[in-house]
């Protein structure tokens, strides 16, 4: 049984994000799938308004690794946030074949952050 602790994750893939941590002002935590700063702007996480977690394929053939680690460095520059950064080896931008991966972190992250009871 979950604790009613008014945890409210919001899981989405960025390409069809409309900048929601500012839409819904009661999400507490967020789950990030393939985030694209190669493309879109990112600048309205500085600051970033709550933690979560980044999930990105190693073999992520539309974004640079050199985009993904310039993201974490601004968001690890935060105060008062955690943002942690999940890779999936050999996974590509749509995880094709590696689902299941993208699926345990998925489920590790709300595991940790949701109170059961």
């Not at 539309?62 to 935060?78: A, E, F, G, H, T």
């Not at 699926?103 to 109170?115: G, L």
């Amino acid at each position: 049984m979950l604790a009613p602790t008014n945890s409210i994750i919001l899981l989405h893939e960025w390409s069809f994000d409309i900048n929601i941590f500012h839409i819904h002002y009661r999400l507490n935590k967020f789950i990030t799938i393939s985030p694209q700063p190669n493309l879109y702007d990112f600048t309205f996480l500085s600051p970033c308004p709550i933690s979560g977690t980044i999930i990105f394929g190693k073999n992520d053939e539309l974004v640079q690794p050199d985009s993904i680690l310039n993201l974490k460095k601004r968001l690890n520059m935060q105060k008062n946030i955690e943002v942690k950064f999940d890779s999936i080896v050999n996974a590509n931008h749509f995880y094709k074949n590696r689902e299941k991966e993208l699926a345990d972190s998925i489920e590790r992250y709300i595991k940790d952050k949701i109170t059961i009871i």
